[in-house]
């Protein structure tokens, strides 16, 4: 069974959801969320689901020492999941084409250091989009441009709103990214 490792900065509904679909599921199974946030609620998620977490501070991520964490769990994938922070080469380099983020847009549109979450949905009404999605990557060096893996669409209307648009959103983040995570472990994409 693969080893998926979840990174997560917030309140944790994809962990939550991916969590839950791998329990009863032969392709593989979280063995550990990993914060940078004390207080997210992910860790509460987490631990209400059995699933051991690991807190961090960001210095630890880029001092190498959350590499050696990760180490420890021997992951064949790694998620990041509402994760913030940019990820650290050195992680990248030793998973490579191993780590993967969900961004709620359609990159390359809206992408980039500091859009995320409710500014993403604000520039995409204030641009006046017809459609947005979810984009699912592989991470490299640089914020949102890895390989595409996976583009989910969803259309949108003149009274859409922000809020309207993350309602959207997360309905495409917990239908596809459960699935889409079991079809690379199961190297079907």
Known sequence: MKRILIFASGSGTNA???????????????????SNNSNAGVLDKAKKLAVPTV?????????????QNV?????????LAGFLLKFP???IETY???VINIHPALLPKFGGKGMYGMYIHTAVIENKEIET???????????DE????????VALSESDTPESVAAK?????????PEIIEKLLLNNL
């Open 133 to 143: 999605g979810i984009t699912i990557h592989h991470v490299n060096e640089n914020y």
């Open 55 to 67: 807190i961090f501070s960001k210095d630890e991520l880029n001092s190498g020492k959350v590499l």
């Open 96 to 98: 490579p084409n191993a």
């Open 89 to 91: 080469d050195d992680i």
């Open 71 to 79: 180490t420890e769990f021997q992951p064949d994938l790694i998620v």
């Open 169 to 177: 959103i997360h309905e495409l983040e917990q239908k596809h990214f």
């Open 146 to 153: 890895g390989n595409i893996i996976f583009q989910q669409n």
């Open 16 to 34: 939550e959801n991916i969590i839950k679909y791998f329990e009863n599921r032969s392709a593989g199974t979280v063995v550990a969320v990993f």
